[in-house]
């Protein structure tokens, strides 16, 4: 599988930004397309996943309400509608398969290069 995160940028806190995950070659151990993060210094972060064949979502409690993952299989694209920005949700975000639902990082099977979202404040 290959992935390929894009849509980064420098937002206001409260604004919205949108990152799209391109997807490509999935195989059958490729079930779940999920966003991690890594802010400065700190260890990634799961932040949202989806099952790519049936639509199925996952957020971490701190994104919940305002991010939201999508997928257009047509597309091969997964998204992730970031609304109500925080400076705390300023990282380096990737995207990243997996075959089950994970949390960690380290159990994620590929990742694409990651995208940076900067929230000021």
């Known amino acids: 599988v290959q992935l390929q995160a894009s849509g980064g940028g420098l937002v206001q806190a409260g604004g919205s930004l949108k990152l799209s995950c391109q997807v490509s070659?999935?195989?059958?151990?490729?079930?779940?397309v999920n966003w991690f993060r890594r802010a400065p210094g700190k260890e990634y972060e799961f932040v949202a996943g989806?099952?790519?064949?049936?639509?199925?979502?996952r957020y971490a409690d701190s994104v919940k309400g305002r991010f939201t993952i999508s997928r257009v299989s047509a597309e091969s694209t997964v998204y992730l509608q970031m609304n109500s920005l925080k400076p705390e949700d300023t990282a380096v975000y990737y995207c990243?398969?997996?075959?089950?639902?994970?949390?960690?990082?380290?159990?994620?099977?590929?990742w694409g290069q990651g995208t940076q979202v900067t929230v000021s404040s």
């Open positions: 990243a398969s997996s075959n089950e639902v994970i949390s960690a990082a380290v159990e994620a099977r590929s």
């Open positions: 989806i099952k790519w064949r049936e639509g199925r979502k």
């Open positions: 070659r999935l195989t059958t151990s490729d079930n779940f």
